[in-house]
């Protein structure tokens, strides 16, 4: 593999994955990336020029596509957009790019037959109960609850298709959320080490009980490669570090690991349809793959995330009020 084709390569977990991959491997990086609002040049500043290629463009150009496909071994799709409450705002841009644009990916890759490895989402399945001790498998039925979760599992789907009806050399990992360097500040961790950074009361949904299962973006991309290399065609993997969470917990560790108190938050209008937690499943990876994520420890990486975000406010400040502007709007 060369050289890999990497979908929004800069975005917040495609700029992680090129990072990783340009640290641990010798592979040259063609990023293909629209740069829109979630996508950041400076996420990818300071890798070397010879083995990284920025490419502005859209994943549903066929044409540009077509050409790019030609130049490499493999491809790593991770463009999408993938904001829930964009997603309930307008829920177009999600079938342009999460339905369309993966279609036109899969047809070059069908034509020029290069591996293909499709990132999605625990989102597909829905959500669990607070007190239900299951956690999503490669098995789980999908029950997406959102535009954007809708039109992500219908991606999977047109994989899956394409590899049984045309022999795409495709497979799929569905993550759980993320956290690290590079996120844009709409997200949820980011938007509160960002406010209490700036001295502003951190917002939560609800009561705050909502449960997300985190791994730090540099776990999920030694997972990508994993699976990029030892992979079989047409699986499904999922990827997690039993990093549940509740938000509430969260932001009071992110108050307490910046030195304010632990109760310094605001309770904000829920999100219509929030689901209530996501739990991940990885045990078909890390034993047919032998994959183990390295940030086990969930507070130090979380730190590590803080110090990240107040050494580099001068990659999230310029979106910062407006983030601030379109919640308040919405009471959030």
């Known amino acids: 593999m060369g050289t890999l084709l990497v979908t929004g390569g800069a975005g917040f977990?495609?700029?992680?994955?090129?990072h990783h991959v340009i640290d641990h491997t010798d592979h040259a990086v063609i990023v293909l990336d629209k740069l829109?609002?979630?996508?950041?040049?400076?996420?990818?500043?300071g890798l070397p020029e010879d083995r990284v290629r920025l490419v502005q463009g859209d994943i549903a150009d066929a044409p540009l596509v077509d050409e790019l496909f030609g130049q490499v071994d493999a491809v790593v799709h991770y463009a999408a957009e993938s904001h829930n409450d964009n997603s309930l705002?307008?829920?177009?841009?999600?079938?342009?790019?999460?339905?369309?644009?993966?279609?036109?990916?899969l047809e070059a890759a069908r034509k020029h037959d290069k591996r293909f490895h499709h990132i999605s989402t625990d989102e597909v399945y829905g959500d669990l109960e607070l007190d239900d001790p299951a956690r999503f498998t490669e098995n789980t039925p999908y029950n997406p609850s959102s535009p954007y979760s809708s039109t992500k599992a219908g991606s999977d789907l047109l994989v899956r298709a394409w590899v049984r009806s045309f022999g795409v050399k495709a497979t799929i990992s569905n993550c759980s959320n993320n956290y690290g360097p590079y996120q844009h500040v709409e997200k949820f961790i980011p938007r509160q080490i960002t406010n209490v950074l700036r001295g502003i009361r951190p917002k939560l949904y609800g009561k705050g009980e909502n449960v997300r299962d985190w791994i730090h973006a540099d776990d999920h991309s030694s997972a990508v490669l994993t699976i990029l290399g030892k992979g079989v065609i047409g699986e499904t993997y999922l990827i997690g570090a039993d990093g549940e969470k509740d938000n509430k917990t969260v932001v009071e560790l992110i108050l307490a690991l910046t030195g304010?108190?632990?109760?310094?938050?605001?309770?904000?209008?829920?999100r219509p349809g929030h689901d209530l937690r996501y739990a991940i499943d990885s045990t078909k990876l890390r034993t047919e793959l032998g994959w183990t994520p390295r940030y086990q420890d969930f507070e130090a990486g979380l730190k590590a995330t803080i110090d990240w975000y107040r050494d580099?406010?001068?990659?999230?400040?310029?979106?910062?009020?407006?983030?601030?502007a379109f919640y308040a709007s919405k009471g959030q």
């Open 13 to 18: 977990i495609g700029s992680n994955f090129v």
């Open 36 to 45: 829109t609002y979630a996508g950041n040049a400076a996420s990818l500043a």
């Open 89 to 105: 705002h307008d829920p177009r841009p999600f079938l342009d790019t999460n339905i369309v644009g993966t279609y036109t990916l």
């Open 260 to 270: 304010n108190p632990a109760d310094a938050y605001d309770h904000v209008t829920d």
């Open 312 to 324: 580099n406010e001068d990659w999230w400040a310029p979106a910062k009020d407006g983030v601030e």
